[in-house]
C-alpha cells in the first residue's frame, strides 16, 4: 500500500519528519525532527539543535502531529485530489523546516494526525492481512 495523507495512520512511522502541533505538555508543542522510535503511548523524536541532537519522548495521547510526507518517503508521485496543506516551509534534508518559502509545499505533503488515532502497537497497527482493525 502506498503511503499517503489518507493511509499514514496505518504505516511505519520511523524516519518520517514530524512536528508536535498540539500536546497537553506545553514544553512538546513546536517540536520537529526525526521518529527514531515508535511505541505503543509515545513516539519518540530525534531533534537536532545548535549540532547536537538529543531524542524527546512525546505521549500520544493528548498530542497532535504533523507529519511531513516527501514524494521520496511515499515512493510516488501526488496526484491530483491527494490531501495536504502547504506550509509556510518544508522539511530539508535533516527533516527540519526551512526557511526557504518559494519551495514551500513542492514534492511534500503535511498530514495532521490526533496522536490517539496512533495509540496501538505499531506492528498490529500496520498489519495488511488477518482481522485487524486498521484495515
Do not use: C
Not at 519528519?17 to 505538555?25: G, H, L, T
Request: proline share 6%; glycine share 10%; hydrophobic share 30%.
Amino acid at each position: 500500500m502506498a503511503l499517503t495523507p489518507e493511509t499514514l495512520p496505518r504505516h511505519e512511522l520511523n524516519g518520517l519528519p514530524v512536528r508536535v502541533a498540539e500536546s497537553d505538555d506545553p514544553g512538546t508543542v513546536g517540536l520537529e525532527g526525526i521518529v527514531v522510535i515508535e511505541t505503543t503511548n509515545t513516539l519518540q523524536i530525534e531533534v537536532r539543535d545548535d549540532g547536537g541532537s538529543r531524542v524527546v519522548q512525546v505521549p500520544k495521547s493528548g498530542s497532535v502531529f504533523e507529519f511531513a510526507i516527501t514524494d521520496d518517503a511515499a515512493d510516488l508521485e501526488k496526484g491530483s485530489g491527494t490531501t495536504f496543506k502547504l506550509a509556510d516551509s518544508q522539511p530539508d534534508s535533516s527533516g527540519l523546516h526551512s526557511d526557504e518559502s518559494d519551495r514551500a509545499g513542492e514534492g511534500v505533503a503535511y498530514v495532521t494526525v490526533d496522536g490517539s488515532r496512533l495509540l496501538s502497537r505499531p506492528a498490529r497497527r500496520t498489519e495488511t492481512n488477518g482481522d485487524s482493525p486498521w484495515q
